[in-house]
């Protein structure tokens, strides 16, 4: 008997696939660099140079808060990504025979005009190739 299905269920077979969930990331830096993300959405590297300690707490807080509004303005995600519909998926077969796809998550920013292009904020690139781990098992 199968706990919560109708009476009579019964399980005739185990499934012969299974699988798993990872959270892709978008590491394209933040810089000048042929693949960086979009300029619109880079944020400079942050320096440590905030010191509450020493010098006005104040002035420190301040600047981290400064920080934090930019990275908010130009809000792209690097991982979970709610505001695209539309993408451009590809897939590539390296030398080895190995297959990538690569997905660019097309959107606009809050005040952006909606005449102009949406832009490529995120994207990710994962192998499609096995990876060997063992199967996810269902406890």
């Not at 009476?7 to 696939?17: E, F, H, I, V, Y």
């Not at 509450?52 to 808060?65: C, E, F, I, T």
Request: no cysteine; aromatic share 8%; net charge negative.
């Amino acid at each position: 008997m199968v706990t919560g299905w109708p009476a009579g269920t019964t399980l005739n077979q185990t499934p012969d696939w299974s699988w798993r969930l990872k959270l892709a990331l978008d590491d394209r830096p933040d810089d000048t660099a042929a693949n960086a993300r979009p300029e619109k959405i880079r944020v400079g590297p942050i320096t440590p140079d905030v010191n509450p300690q020493s010098g006005d707490p104040h002035a420190a807080y301040r600047k981290v808060l400064a920080r934090h509004v930019e990275i908010f303005k130009k809000g792209a995600a690097r991982r979970v990504v709610w505001d695209s519909n539309i993408g451009i998926v590809r897939f590539a077969r390296d030398g080895a025979g190995n297959i990538t796809a690569t997905q660019d998550l097309l959107y606009w920013l809050a005040g952006d005009e909606t005449t102009e292009e949406p832009e490529a904020f995120t994207a990710y690139s994962e192998s499609l190739e096995p990876t060997g781990a063992a199967r996810p098992a269902i406890p």
